[in-house]
């Protein structure tokens, strides 16, 4: 896996959406992979909530019949954290202060998923 492409990848998204203060990349079963977050915030915790929160999230979507888990936001006083699948395997979470566009958040991460899902499973094109 190419760390530098998935740092800039977060990056990239941060500077790309206004209100982004966190983010970070875990395996589906909550273990870290990457994470650009404040001191205050533990992203070894942080990777395993996200993981727990997607993985009940997509067990909801599979009992409702609402198709394919993209995203959850969970919204709270001094902002949101948002929870994306990456393929099958991964996640990203985004944290947003209180002026983070949502709609444009999710504009914004289809083809980073897409993309991070290439580097974590190591078919990305050189350079990427």
């Known amino acids: 896996m190419d760390h ?22 875990a395996a589906a079963d909550g273990l870290l992979i990457a994470a650009d977050t404040a ?10 909530l996200a993981a727990a929160g997607l993985g009940l999230a997509r067990r909801t979507a599979d009992a409702t019949a609402r198709g394919t888990l993209r995203r959850t936001v969970t919204y709270g006083s001094h902002g949101c954290a ?25 504009r914004a991460t289809q083809s980073a998923l897409r993309r991070i899902d290439l580097i974590l499973t190591d078919k990305a094109p050189e350079g990427v």
């Open 4 to 25: 530098k492409a998935l740092a800039l990848e977060m990056r990239g998204l941060r500077e790309q959406v206004t209100g982004i203060t966190d983010t970070a990349v």
């Open 82 to 106: 948002a929870f994306f699948a990456v393929g099958d395997t991964a996640l990203m979470v985004v944290l947003g202060d209180e002026g983070m566009d949502v709609d444009h958040l999710n």
């Open 39 to 48: 001191d205050t915030i533990d992203p070894e915790g942080l990777a395993a």
